[in-house]
T-cell receptor
């Protein structure tokens, strides 16, 4: 019963190719995210969707296009892959409930990661 | 200036030692705070939330100082299985954005 699942786990491809990573969560969360973790292990937000609506779009090349067909899914499509795109991409979800919630109640849950290697 | 700053370490400590990690955040309006743990080649997982009054979970104690914008994690009686990277995480006021520190690497040595 994986809470946040993403596929594929590993992806090896040539420069210039187009690839997609899929993510699904069964937690009933409203918000989903894509994070990139580079070789220095720094986790950086790329995109955030709340109920299928884009709410965060950090400085990411427009070769990266997220798509959220429904609130349980957030896919990431990457065009014209470059060497610098090699990283681990993590999908995550959280339940945002502002009214009356305690500090720490909005927990971020990650998928297992998709390790992309561009040759 | 980064939203969240952590000492990257590495911290190499013997089994049984007590070790403390610190983290500072830049946005005073931040509303929630967490420590996550990330094992090698795995996803980050929640270790504990950090509450204003401080909180403890077994050997782990987290503290928050809003005035100084400072968060800490204390691990007592370190075990080999505590070896991991510990990530300080801060949630902004909107509840839409989580900022991660670079992580602090801990290795517990037999």
């Amino acid at each position: 019963d994986t809470a946040v699942s993403q596929t594929p786990k590993y992806l090896v491809t040539q420069m210039g190719n187009d690839k997609s990573i899929k993510c699904e969560q069964n937690l009933g969360h409203d918000t989903m995210y894509w994070y990139k973790q580079d070789s220095k292990k720094f986790l950086k937000i790329m995109f955030s969707y709340n109920n299928k609506e884009l709410i965060i779009n950090e400085t990411v090349p427009n070769r990266f296009s997220p798509k959220s067909p429904d609130k349980a899914h957030l896919n990431l499509h990457i065009n014209s892959l470059e060497l610098g795109d090699s990283a681990v991409y993590f999908c995550a979800s959280s339940q945002q409930n502002i009214l009356g919630r305690e500090s720490g109640a909005n927990v971020l849950t990650f998928g297992a990661g998709s390790r992309l290697t561009v040759l | 200036r980064k939203e969240v700053e952590q000492d990257p370490g590495p911290f190499n400590v013997p089994e049984g030692a007590t070790v403390a990690f610190n983290c500072t955040y830049s946005n005073s309006a931040s509303q929630s705070f967490f420590w996550y743990r990330q094992d090698c080649r795995k996803e980050p997982k929640l270790l504990m939330s950090v509450y204003s009054s401080g909180n403890e979970d077994g050997r782990f104690t987290a503290q928050l100082n809003r005035a100084s914008q400072y968060i800490s994690l204390l691990i007592r009686d370190s075990k080999l299985s505590d070896s991991a990277t510990y990530l300080c995480v801060v949630e902004d006021l909107t509840g839409n954005q989580f900022y991660f520190g670079t992580g602090t690497s801990l290795t517990v040595i037999p």
